[in-house]
């Protein structure tokens, strides 16, 4: 924790303080030009460090691979602040919950545990990266391997729960 994805780092709103002094600097100059009441809980530092973006997933914590409703994007070139929603027919979703949090946070073996899960049976394929970010992907996916996740947990769509072990997902 804080996750990184090409260059790009991402945390938790709870973990902002595990962040590096030079980083704090960034989120604390970027989050004064938020519109006032703008909810967040995730937030992004461009690898250039010329934009911070401040996403809201509302129902991170209850939902497996929760949709992004909205974000603000602070642009420290342009001085622009940016505002979008999130697609209602197709909405960026999270995966990896746990790279966004560390260790104390309640849930953290939950998400760690539905992550192994997902690798264990190649969701996480390099085949499938640049497409399971969005929702219908992902569900078509999920269908056409014969899953579905209740609570936080893998299963085959036999109700039987992914096994997390060496190579493939087996059911158990």
Same mark, same amino acid.
């Given at each position: 924790?804080?996750?990184?994805?090409?260059?790009?780092? !991402?945390?938790?709103?709870?973990?902002?303080?595990?962040?590096?002094?030079?980083?704090?600097?960034?989120?604390?100059?970027?989050?004064?030009?938020?519109?006032?009441?703008?909810?967040?809980?995730?937030?992004?530092?461009?690898?250039?460090?010329?934009?911070?973006?401040?996403?809201?997933?509302?129902?991170?914590?209850?939902?497996?691979?929760?949709?992004?409703?909205?974000?603000?994007?602070?642009?420290?070139?342009?001085?622009?602040?940016?505002?979008?929603?999130?697609?209602?027919?197709?909405?960026?979703?999270?995966?990896?919950?746990?790279?966004?949090?560390?260790?104390?946070?309640?849930?953290?073996?939950?998400?760690?545990?539905?992550?192994?899960?997902?690798?264990?049976?190649?969701?996480?394929?390099?085949?499938?990266?640049?497409?399971?970010?969005?929702?219908?992907?992902?569900?078509?996916?999920?269908?056409?391997?014969?899953?579905?996740?209740?609570?936080?947990?893998?299963? !085959?769509?036999?109700?039987?729960?992914?096994?997390?072990?060496?190579?493939?997902?087996?059911?158990?």
């Amino acid at each position: 924790m804080p996750k990184i994805v090409n260059g790009n780092i !991402y945390v938790h709103r709870m973990y902002v303080h595990a962040l590096t002094s030079e980083l704090m600097t960034w989120v604390n100059s970027a989050v004064v030009f938020l519109p006032v009441g703008c909810g967040w809980n995730l937030i992004k530092i461009d690898t250039d460090k010329s934009h911070v973006t401040f996403s809201e997933y509302p129902e991170f914590d209850a939902l497996a691979h929760p949709e992004l409703r909205q974000w603000n994007r602070i642009d420290f070139v342009s001085g622009e602040v940016k505002v979008g929603k999130g697609s209602l027919e197709n909405p960026t979703i999270l995966h990896r919950k746990e790279t966004f949090v560390d260790s104390s946070h309640r849930d953290f073996i939950t998400f760690s545990r539905l992550t192994r899960q997902e690798l264990a049976v190649g969701l996480y394929a390099k085949e499938h990266l640049s497409r399971i970010g969005h929702k219908l992907y992902w569900e078509q996916l999920l269908v056409n391997m014969g899953l579905e996740i209740v609570d936080h947990s893998l299963r !085959y769509i036999s109700g039987k729960e992914v096994e997390i072990g060496m190579g493939r997902g087996r059911e158990r």
